[in-house]
């Protein structure tokens, strides 16, 4: 799995925690060891012209998803095919206006936008009340299963 990480922002980014979190979600949901993706932490100016480029809607947004090879998840018995899963762009600053907000840690909120991210590109979506159910419930399995494994170790 090659999980590329690039911080362009002023904010410190324990980039291992989030290749960690991203292997996992991998493994867990049956990707082919040479799958690819890369993570990107950018400012709110360059979040901003993202967001209207891609989405046609003002202002900085948390986190954007751009899939390659609409990769899905595989089985045990058969994992996804190998390809580029896909491009995950995040915005500390809004992350961590948005954590302040839910009253947790900024780097928790970056890995559950990590997380949520990485379901988008895996063609989870949440538009509709019961497509909204599985993937925040998946999300939310993957994200304290990986963090109570973390404490474990």
């Known amino acids: ?68 090879d609409e990769l899905t998840p595989g089985t045990p018995e058969h994992p996804a095919p190998e390809g580029l899963l896909g491009d995950v762009v995040l915005c500390p600053s809004v992350a961590a206006k948005q954590a302040a907000t839910a009253g947790h840690s900024a780097v928790e909120e970056m890995m559950l936008l990590t997380c949520h991210s990485i379901l988008h590109l895996l063609g989870y979506d949440h538009m509709e009340e019961d497509e909204r159910r599985v993937m925040f419930d998946l999300q939310r399995k993957l994200l304290l299963t990986f963090l109570a494994s973390r404490r474990e170790r």
């Open 1 to 68: 799995m090659t999980i590329e990480i690039r911080n362009e922002t002023t904010t410190s980014v324990d980039e291992r925690e989030f290749v960690e979190l991203a292997r996992f979600v991998f493994e867990t949901m049956h990707l082919n060891p040479a799958t690819e993706m890369s993570i990107l932490f950018v400012d709110e100016e360059a979040m901003e012209k993202l967001h209207v480029q891609w989405m046609d809607e003002p202002g900085p947004t948390d986190v954007l998803s751009f899939p390659m």
